[in-house]
């Protein structure tokens, strides 16, 4: 994989963009950037059961769609960003075959060394890579990926205007830029229902298994992200063409797909 050694000096995270502008560009990575990182390290050793808990499982099917819209196929470079503990980067290994390669990019190191393990006990010797970068400031070259794909992280990204235009510029023309996040079912039912499970339910749960603070955080991240619309006008002006979105599960997550 032709990457650049992500460089970071208190903070400041170096983008390999080759840009008409010319040269590379800093990102200092914010106080709230920083917070996020810190707070997933936080939950890190819990992440994974809670999650199975708390999505009763169903976030493994969502993750299998997401995989399912990257391509090619078989094979192929693609790009975990907010990798996390690498749950998207092993269902790549599985869907795409041990010819693939997948490179994980997240904040956390916590949450990446949880990935690192499964991935050494799922598929040893397959190219799964990691690298601590921010969305923001990715250290790849412009189009080495065949796709990219980001689940349940691109609400955190600080900047996310950029990062989506990051995501944009590292794959390749014509490959797959694909995006799996929470959202607000529509309908007034079901919305009360999900906003009351999000903002009742979960913070307790998560509280009593693992960190309250960061279920408290979920709730406020997932309400206050964009509408699907919303969401599909950000990819196309990051540089996506024909941006897709479709409900799974009632709307509670949504998958997005476009083309670079
Ligand atoms: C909810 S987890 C999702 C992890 C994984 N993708 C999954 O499907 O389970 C969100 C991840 O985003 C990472 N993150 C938050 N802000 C980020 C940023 N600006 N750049 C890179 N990673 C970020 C966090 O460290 C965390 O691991």
Known sequence: MSRKRQESFGGLYLSSRSSAEGGSRLYRLDDRNRAIGEMFSRIAPRYDLLNRLLSAGVDRRWRRAAVAEMTP???????????????????????????????????????????????????PGVGVSFVRAPAESLPFRDAVFDSACVAFGIRNVVDRELGLAEMCRVVRPGGRVVVLEFSVPPGSVLGSLYRFYFTRVLPRIGGLLSRREAYEYLPDSVLSFPEPAEFEAMMRAAGCASVTSRPLTFGIATLYVGVR
């Open 73 to 123: 196929a078989s094979g192929g470079r693609h790009l975990d960003l907010a990798t996390g503990t690498a749950d998207m980067a092993l269902e790549i290994v599985r869907q795409k075959g041990n010819a693939a390669s997948v490179a994980g990019a997240d904040l956390s190191v916590e949450m990446m060394r949880i990935g690192i393990g499964k991935c050494r006990k799922a598929c």
